[in-house]
């Protein structure tokens, strides 16, 4: 009865896991780029780019129901064979795992922006792809568990930090609400909406949640409450900043959390945000880390990943370090290589994948 | 073995690179206040000025007679060279964490520069965005220099203190960095910022209580400064001045505003050789805009409870009615004249608005593109305004009426 | 009693493998040991003599006297008693002591004399009847002093096994309530009482408790104190994964929720396993005061932990690397005591914490009589003194005042080392990477918190994994309804009792 292999990631944990490696991207560069995109409109973006990924969403849970407990890499090799199954595999590694560079270099960016500004990045990066190692290291169990005690403490603090400026904002600045026009929203909607791509690759380690039914139910409600997270910060960020003046805001959220008070006394607390902020980083790239660490094992398949955790997580660190600055590593590798290109291909696979089990099924 | 190695080496590398950004408080000039002023040298670069604190002036049982603040003035190409600047004479490393004002002079705020100069500044980490800016008649080195509170020891005091007291009295526009930047880019209207002096001219003699740009309150006795009505700017760059009296009717004319506590003074409809007193609070404040007509037609009306504090006159406004409403009609009457007075002449002078209407224009709008192709900048001045007051007396005080003079004197 | 089984005797005594009281006199080498106690008495009944033999001090001296010698000097028979049968005869008729043993073998021997026992040799008879009669020297039942409340009982446990297992059978009357002995160590005369209601404890458990004892390889272990780190999870770690506590009500509330305890001679105090945070957090006050004031006690001491954990690190990265954060007016004061302070901030923490500790454990090892010359001499000489020597600065002392007084609220002696300790991990990494390094040090501890288990069972579990019971972790919720056993023991009976109505699903 008791038996430690029996431990599997449960349907809160899970909801937390999604909260926090998705619900965190509205605090990079994410909204700068999209309010720099469609203006006012911005916060209609994850709204439309949700949707749209539901639909794969759909997909892959079917697939996941059928193949009770395979995870997404053994089903992409049963239905597509041995060679067309390892190149899909790597191309998923790749797309998660530059996005995990790319985006822990741009999370190491703020805080050498907004708080050290001396220390060398290196060291910012060790720290952070260090521990998050440290959580990955320990396990699926551990990082989720983690996320769930964390995510109370988190998400109460945000929801201060926002009660705390709702004196200072305007909500007029969200109009003229269609910002530049239905049709550049709608196009950004659908290369930005990678931003909920995240959510499928969860289903790569499938196996270690509790079953399908707690799987489905936590990825619905995660992905539900991430889109409703992005969404307000996207219209409070609008709503502080106006549009011109958004555009130039580097890191909208750190720029907030300093107008950020407590009355008269406590003011000027944005490196408490800092503590919390980095608290739910950590944690998503050490799932980050994880699974694209999996995706890559499961594709040569190698029975044990855990060892390559290491090395991947060093890898992490030294490419990250390749960008000169933010901008080259924001703008241009983050922005239209790794965001759209992905877009594309985590919303075919599932629906490819899925018509080749039908059409093997009906035959 | 090799585990212990390797974190050994880890560790001593990050304990080798990783305080960089350590500062000890005891090292720290900590900056209060910054003043900018047109260089006195040469023609490029700003004349800064640091209030540096200095800690230990304050303890008890130290050297009691340092000053609170030490104020360094010199001529560089932008305030972060400056720090290091100042290092040529003073031991402490400066930074801006905890400056809560910067003081322009009028002479910069209305150079073409000016606006490069604030906007650059926001670059810089530890310069906040809730910076109080204020415009100052004189050179800001020669305010700064001047502006001893009389209560408070130190500058940060002295800003913190009276932006309280400004928020309720709306005497000056309490604008902050973030605002001003904000206005100024959103290009739709006027930007306020708080105007001030610390040299006082010839007194203006006026029987009303606000209507006053600084430096001409007659006052005798604390300090010297007088902080009082605000410098307009319009794209950037500083265009006019509004005294206390406009500065108020604009806080009402905004929608989101409402100042809560307006001490007024005006001539006693009955007998005008009396002021009657009262406090004012702007409940409300509706605006609609049409924008399909050709030009914008706007519809503004205000709510006011007023509270009777002083009636000199000793007339009986309280319990005659028909006197009430003829103090109540009054009100709204001078009311009316005050906004229209500004409304004409931010139409005419400034021909843009500093009551942030665009807020309300902009809805009309579907996208930004449209918005900005009515360019509510350019039509206002040819906006017709419509404006209602709507005044409630509230309270008259503990008193009743007042008790005749005449049978005092009996 | 045993019953002699007629088969044995005919093979000891053909063996002629006698244990006499020369061998016991010879073991215990009584002509210079004069603890052994060899008596010579005229069994009237078997018209025979016969010794008795018991160390001195492990006995009753006067159960021996009233129960031993008397009847044996004093009854007579009725009957001729045969030969095999006079020491049955004995043990059954004549001595009126109710645990009675019948043996032969010298280990035996020597193992009950040690542990109270008086043998009783009969002439010419191979066996010897081995009659329990200690009196060991014991406390009485004392008042607990670790664990005080204010309300509820104040009973605590006593260096004795038997003590013990009366105060939890008083508390628990049921015949579910199982107390298995097994010895531990090699040359273990030492038994360590596992404790359990069957109906409850999970057999899992259960057979990882008996292995882990079982598997214990000492020459001997000598009270629970010892024990508890033969048995726990990770001995390197800062985490305890066994509970000590002195509280016999708090065993008993572990036992019904599926916990097993041990106790064991010489220990004023039971260990329970498995244990989780909760365990460690928890005192049985919160339980017993009224629902608001316990939960009031608990956030406090929540609130406790934390400002032992956080305050010198939170004054260290603010300070050194966020001095934004702290209100103009404090950094120019700091800044000001600082002024002529020769060192690091990092260095006067460090500096005036070490102080404090020594404070604190010289305040456990000083003769009581001169204790209060400590606190006078921590307080002043080190508060005042340092900060007029300027070697230190008067707000560090409040903030070490601080973390020391929230240290002394947290209920645990192993909860409370840890605590302290992970002060310095968390100073470290405040140290070089201000609120960031704060935070990833938060994220490992938390990490590494719910990957440590305790016999299977998550250590911040049922928090996280979930697992259902009764919400009793931070808060409480009020008595009636905690109807559910926590599921992370994995209880056999999982209710307490039926589900009060009015309840939501837990």
């Avoid at chain 1, 290369?191 to 289903?203: E, H, K, L, P, R």
Wanted: glycine share 4%; charged share 20%; proline share 5%.
């Amino acid at each position: 009865m008791i038996k430690p292999t029996d431990r599997k990631v449960g349907t809160r944990e899970f909801v937390a896991i999604i909260l926090l490696s998705m619900g965190i991207k509205f605090t990079d560069m994410t909204p700068t780029l999209l309010y720099k995109e469609t203006a006012n409109a911005a916060w209609m973006v994850p709204i439309l780019s949700g949707l749209i990924m539901f639909v794969p969403l759909l997909f892959l849970l079917k697939l996941l129901k059928f193949y009770k407990d395979k995870n997404l890499i053994e089903i992409i090799f049963s239905l597509t064979g041995k060679y067309v199954g390892f190149l899909l595999g790597m191309c998923l590694f790749l797309s998660s795992y530059s996005s995990t560079v790319t985006n822990s270099r741009s999370y190491v960016d703020i805080i050498s922006t907004m708080f050290f500004p001396n220390t060398n990045i290196i060291v910012l990066f060790l720290l952070l792809i260090g521990s998050s190692y440290y959580l990955a290291n320990r396990g699926l169990n551990t990082i989720a568990n983690t996320a769930w005690i964390s995510l109370p403490y988190i998400k109460a603090f945000m929801v201060i930090g926002i009660l705390m400026v709702t004196n200072q904002v305007n909500f007029n600045y969200i109009f003229p609400i269609g910002g530049y026009g239905a049709l550049t929203i709608i196009k950004n909607s659908i290369s930005y909406s990678s931003i909920f791509a995240d959510i499928m690759f969860f289903s790569v380690v499938f196996p270690f949640f509790k079953n399908y039914e707690s799987f489905r139910k936590a990825s619905l409600i995660g992905y539900a409450l991430v889109i409703f997270e992005l969404v307000m910060f996207l219209t409070i960020y609008i709503m502080y900043f106006d549009f011109p003046g958004i555009e130039n805001i580097t890191y909208p959220f750190q720029e907030i959390t300093r107008a950020v008070r407590l009355g008269r006394f406590i003011t000027n607390i944005e490196a408490v945000f800092l503590g919390f902020w980095s608290v739910a980083s950590i944690i998503r790239f050490s799932i980050y880390l994880y699974i694209s660490t999996a995706i890559f094992a499961y594709s040569l398949k190698l029975k044990e990943f855990e060892p390559l955790l290491l090395p991947f997580g060093l890898l992490v660190i030294l490419l990250g370090y390749l960008p000169e600055n933010f901008i080259i590593n924001s703008f241009q590798i983050r922005g239209p290589f790794v965001l759209n290109m992905t877009s594309g291909f985590i919303f075919s696979l599932p629906i490819l994948l899925w018509s080749i089990h039908k059409i093997r099924g009906e035959r | 073995m090799k585990k212990t190695l390797l974190f050994f080496l880890l560790f001593s590398f990050v304990i080798l690179s990783g305080c960089s950004d350590k500062i000890e408080i005891e090292e720290e000039g900590f900056v209060l206040v910054i003043g900018l002023d047109k260089p006195s040298v040469g023609e490029k670069g700003i004349d800064i000025t640091f209030q540096i604190a200095n800690p230990s002036a304050g303890r008890a049982g130290e050297d009691n007679n340092a000053n609170e603040v030490e104020t360094i003035t010199l001529t560089a190409p932008d305030p972060f060279s400056a720090r290091d600047m100042t290092n040529s004479s003073e031991t402490r490393n400066i930074n801006f964490y905890h400056t809560k004002a910067i003081v322009i002079s009028e002479e910069l705020a209305k150079s073409n520069d000016f606006f490069h100069i604030m906007s650059s500044m926001m670059r810089e980490r530890q310069i906040r965005r809730d910076m109080h800016v204020l415009i100052s008649k004189e050179k800001a080195s020669e305010y700064l220099r001047n502006n001893k509170p009389s209560f408070e020891a130190s500058p940060h005091k002295f800003y913190d203190f009276m932006s309280r007291r400004w928020k309720r009295n709306a005497l000056v526009p309490n604008s902050t960095m973030h605002d001003f930047l904000r206005a100024t880019s959103a290009d739709a209207g006027l930007a306020l910022a708080i105007y001030t002096t610390a040299t006082s001219e010839e007194p203006k003699d006026t029987e009303d209580e606000d209507n006053f740009l600084p430096g001409e309150i007659n006052k005798r006795g604390g300090s010297d400064i007088q902080i009082i009505g605000a410098a307009v700017f319009k794209e950037g760059k500083m265009i006019g001045t509004m005294t206390g009296e406009e500065v108020r009717v604009a806080l009402i004319l905004q929608k989101e505003m409402r100042p809560e506590r307006l001490i007024f003074t005006y001539d006693d409809p009955i007998n005008p050789d009396f002021r009657i007193t009262g406090k004012a609070t702007n409940v409300r404040t509706d605006v609609s805009i049409d924008v399909h007509q050709e030009y914008p037609v706007i519809k503004v009306k205000q709510w006011f409870d007023i509270k009777v504090l002083a009636i000199p006159s000793l007339i009986d406004y309280v319990e005659n009615l028909s006197n009430q409403s003829k103090l109540k009609d009054y009100f709204e009457r001078k009311y009316y004249e005050h906004a229209s007075k500004l409304i004409e002449r931010t139409q005419k002078e400034f021909k843009a608005e500093p009551f942030n209407w665009s807020n309300q224009a902009r809805k009309k709008f579907w996208t930004l593109t449209e918005y900005e192709d009515y360019d509510w900048m350019k039509s206002y001045p040819n906006a017709e305004i419509k404006i209602e007051v709507d005044v409630t007396l509230t309270e008259f005080g503990k008193k009743l009426s007042p008790r005749d003079i005449s049978e005092i004197k009996d | 009693m045993n019953k002699i089984n007629s088969e044995e005797t005919n093979q000891y005594r053909t063996t002629n493998n006698w244990v006499s009281i020369q061998d016991i006199q010879e073991h215990f080498q009584s002509h210079n040991n004069y603890d052994l106690l060899v008596r010579k008495v005229y069994i009237k009944s078997l018209k025979a003599d016969g010794y008795i033999a018991y160390l001195n001090g492990t006995v009753d001296v006067k159960v021996v006297d009233e129960s031993i010698v008397r009847p044996l000097q004093q009854e007579n028979s009725l009957e001729n008693v045969d030969d095999s049968d006079q020491l049955d005869f004995l043990a059954k008729r004549i001595i009126p002591v109710s645990n009675v043993g019948i043996n032969s073998r010298l280990e035996n021997a020597l193992e009950k004399i040690v542990s109270g026992y008086t043998l009783l040799f009969v002439e010419d008879t191979p066996f010897y009847l081995e009659i329990s009669t200690p009196g060991f020297e014991s406390r009485g039942v004392e008042k607990s002093e670790d664990e005080a409340v204010l309300k509820g009982p104040k009973e605590a446990f006593s260096e004795s096994m038997d003590i013990n297992l009366s105060l939890v059978r008083k508390l628990i009357k049921s015949s579910e309530l199982i107390a298995e002995y097994s010895k531990v160590g090699e040359m273990a005369v030492n038994e360590v009482g596992i404790l359990y209601m069957t109906n409850i404890v999970n057999p899992d458990l259960l057979d990882k408790v008996r292995n882990r004892i079982n598997e214990i390889d000492t020459d001997e272990v000598l009270n629970l104190a010892l024990l508890e780190q033969h048995i726990e999870e990770r001995p390197y770690s800062l985490i305890p994964t066994v509970l000590y506590t002195e509280r016999p009500d708090r065993a008993a509330a572990f036992l019904k929720e599926g916990h097993v305890i041990l106790i064991m001679n010489n220990s004023p105090s039971c260990l329970i396993v498995p244990v989780t945070f909760w365990g460690l957090f928890h005192t049985p006050e919160d339980a017993y005061s009224r629902w608001f004031y316990g939960n009031f006690i608990r956030i406090i001491r929540l609130i406790a932990i934390f400002v032992t954990i956080l305050t010198p690190s939170l004054y260290i990265a603010t300070t050194n690397y966020h001095i934004e954060m702290l209100p103009t007016d404090l950094v120019l004061a700091i800044s000001a005591t600082r002024e002529r302070v020769p060192f690091p901030a990092i260095f006067e923490v460090v500096m005036l914490l070490g102080a404090f500790e020594l404070i604190r454990e010289s305040g456990v090892r000083v003769p009581s009589p001169i204790g209060p010359t400590i606190g006078i001499v921590g307080a002043l000489i080190l508060g005042q003194a340092a900060v007029e020597a300027n070697l230190i600065s008067p707000i560090l002392v409040i903030v070490v005042a601080v973390t020391g007084l929230a240290s002394f609220a947290i209920p645990n002696l192993s909860f409370s080392y840890m605590i302290r300790l992970s002060t310095y991990l968390f100073l470290i990494f405040a140290s070089f990477w201000g609120f960031y390094g704060i935070a990833a040090c938060i994220v490992m501890s938390i990490g590494y918190l719910t990957s440590v288990t305790s016999y299977d069972v998550p250590f911040l579990s049922p928090l996280a994994p979930f697992y259902p019971s009764s919400k009793d972790l931070i808060v409480r919720p009020p008595i009636w309804k905690q109807w559910l056993r926590p599921f992370n023991v994995h209880p056999q009976n999982k209710q307490r009792k039926k589900k009060p109505e009015g309840v939501q699903n837990q």
